[in-house]
């Protein structure tokens, strides 16, 4: 079954894989995750809320959870609803058809009568149907301003995990692993030298990992200092 078609121009990150996240203190959130992912999970196990500040991996798990349905050809839907808020709770018909619905950003919907209705009963059609449901937000369920009571006796029964901020040591580790999967050497000279002179959030790194891949592909040269210092202007 293919994924279902939402004309939202919503699209999935090709480097939002499970092999490309670097846990640090989130490892037990990250295997949860997996788990919902595997074809035995049962529905105690498939409904998960991810919550946390902004960077810390929500969107990455979630769109990787995504990707591995995608995989074995199961239909997966991704929602971002603080950019698809506008569209109205019409857009949660008929989401268990999906075997795994993503919503992202739950906190941008808490609060509006029309989408928490709409929640509660796609909550209840995806149960219903053995389905798998993914959720994220930048607060945890309790601190939700959610005014529906029916949904929040739902929200109860979600494994809840926060994710938090990765240190500097595994912000590296982080840089290396996603170099090394774009076949970039980084020692940890160089990725500390980047830590201590770039932006710190992991979407500004990756973005820039990704200015030095395609600079380093047109050079020909490796990841060292001085060619950081000659590509960035540092």
Same mark, same amino acid.
């Not at 009963?121 to 009571?149: C, K, V, W, Y």
């Given at each position: 079954m293919k994924p279902i078609q939402l004309p939202l121009g919503v699209r999935l990150r090709d480097d939002a894989t499970f092999a490309n996240y670097y846990p640090g203190a989130n490892a037990a959130a990250l295997g949860y995750v997996e788990r919902l992912c595997e074809a035995d999970a049962g529905w105690t196990e498939s409904l998960i809320y991810l919550w946390g500040a902004q960077g810390v991996g929500r969107s990455?798990?979630?769109?990787?959870?995504?990707?591995?349905?995608?995989?074995?050809?199961?239909?997966?839907?991704?929602?971002?609803?603080?950019?698809?808020?506008?569209?109205?709770?019409?857009?949660?018909?008929?989401?268990?058809?999906?075997?795994?619905?993503?919503? !992202?950003?739950? !906190?941008?919907?808490?609060?509006?009568?029309?989408?928490?209705?709409?929640?509660?009963?796609?909550?209840?059609?995806?149960? !219903?149907?053995?389905?798998?449901?993914?959720?994220?937000?930048?607060?945890?369920?309790?601190?939700?301003?959610?005014?529906?009571? !029916?949904?929040?006796?739902?929200?109860?029964l979600a494994l809840v995990f926060q994710l938090h901020e990765l240190s500097d040591e595994d912000k590296l580790r982080a840089l290396q692993l996603r170099a090394s999967r774009r076949g970039l050497q980084m020692s940890d000279e160089v990725g500390r030298f980047i830590l201590t002179r770039g932006e710190r959030s992991m979407s500004a790194l990756f973005e820039l990992l990704e200015r030095l891949d395609q600079a380093s592909l047109q050079a020909q040269r490796k990841l060292t200092i001085p060619f950081l210092k000659e590509t960035l202007g540092w």
């Open positions: 990455h798990l979630l769109q990787a959870a995504c990707l591995r349905f995608e995989q074995r050809g199961e239909a997966v839907v991704y929602l971002p609803l603080g950019e698809v808020v506008q569209h109205g709770p019409e857009l949660l018909d008929n989401l268990e058809l999906c075997e795994l619905v993503c919503l !992202d950003d739950l !906190d941008a919907v808490a609060g509006r009568s029309d989408w928490e209705e709409g929640l509660f009963h796609l909550f209840n059609r995806l149960r !219903d149907s053995g389905r798998r449901l993914l959720l994220a937000g930048t607060m945890s369920p309790r601190e939700l301003p959610i005014q529906l009571p !029916d949904l929040k006796s739902r929200l109860t």
